[in-house]
């Protein structure tokens, strides 16, 4: 008994579990989260319906005189943004803004935004609404703007996307209390 109330190095190398930290087990869910985009965008955070997470293409590379494989480097993958389209405040409205601040340079500050790269923040939030995990996406461009599709059979809501190319993205520190 006296072995097992004494730890000994080999169980300090394995992580702690919540329970052992005073936590109790709680997953993050897919629908608790936030999309923050810039404030030229005008898309408020209530009408995003669905977001990727940041994903990692490594790719090896073989030497082939001595035949290692070896990590080489990555591709950040895009990102699609799902959105709901409401009759008003509407997103196709603020989307087709972006889209015409590119060709049209009407809205200058918009257009350095997009041109230069712009920012934004995926957020994940537990029961209460504190945030849990918070990537902040950086450099990012616009690839692809969709409008959605219509189908006379179904009485769904209206929905766009963009696909965004973040240059880089971090995964923030959150301190959880």
Known sequence: MDEMLNKSEEDNKFPKTPVSLGRAYEPKKENRFLVSFPKEFNIQQ????????????????????????SIGD?????????FHDPTYPSTTES????????????????????LNGFDFI?????????????????????SNIDFGTLNISSD??????????????????????
């Open 46 to 69: 209530w009408v995003v319906a669905g977001c990727d997470r940041p994903s990692i293409d490594i790719i090896e590379n073989l030497d082939e005189d001595s035949g290692i494989t």
């Open 74 to 82: 990555y591709i950040i993958n895009p990102i699609t943004v799902t």
């Open 95 to 114: 989307l087709m803004e972006i889209f015409r601040s590119l060709y049209e340079r009407d809205n200058i500050e918009l257009y350095d935004l997009l």
């Open 122 to 142: 995926i957020e994940l939030i537990n029961p209460t609404g504190a945030v849990v995990e918070r990537w902040l996406l950086t450099g990012c461009k616009i």
């Open 156 to 177: 769904g809501g209206v929905r766009c996307y963009i696909t965004i190319k973040p240059k880089h993205f971090e995964l923030l520190n959150i301190i959880n209390n």
